[in-house]
């Protein structure tokens, strides 16, 4: 599984999601995170030349820059691309889920969920980076 020390880049335009996400992953044991209100702020914090992010956490749906605009930045990067990314999107865009999966996302989770299957997610993800 992820070391404990792992660094999350939390992602969502709703305050309390991004605190919800970041409870429940230091309920998993996880201590280090960063949050963002939409992907050009986290963008901007994945720019600067000191910041290291082990994991990125996105919504999809986000105004000014979405989750899917900001996988795709996060890809074209060469300092970032191998980052590892799990997008969350809302039931009933399960669609936008192909886009995501070809722009080269590692995992995705559908809201709502609970602290359960965040930690089956993280576990699914780690699995599949590790068997690569």
């Known amino acids: 599984m992820f070391s404990k020390e792992t660094k999350f880049l939390i992602v969502d335009d709703?305050?309390?999601a991004r605190k919800f996400i970041t409870k429940n992953l230091r309920e998993l044991g996880y201590?280090?995170?960063?949050?963002?209100r939409n992907g050009e702020v986290a963008w901007q914090i994945l720019s600067k030349e000191d910041?290291?992010?082990d994991f990125i956490i996105s919504d999809y749906d986000m105004p000014v820059m979405s989750g899917f605009e900001l996988l795709k930045k996060v890809r074209a990067s060469e300092k970032l691309k191998e980052t590892i990314f799990l997008m969350i999107t809302a039931v009933g865009q399960e669609n936008k889920m192909m886009e995501v999966l070809d722009a080269g996302v590692n995992n995705y989770l559908?809201?709502?969920f609970d602290k359960e299957v965040l930690a089956e997610k993280l576990e699914s993800t780690w699995e599949s980076i590790n068997n690569r």
């Open 51 to 53: 910041t290291e992010i």
């Open 31 to 36: 201590t280090e995170f960063i949050e963002a």
């Open 110 to 112: 559908i809201k709502p």
């Open 14 to 16: 709703m305050l309390t």
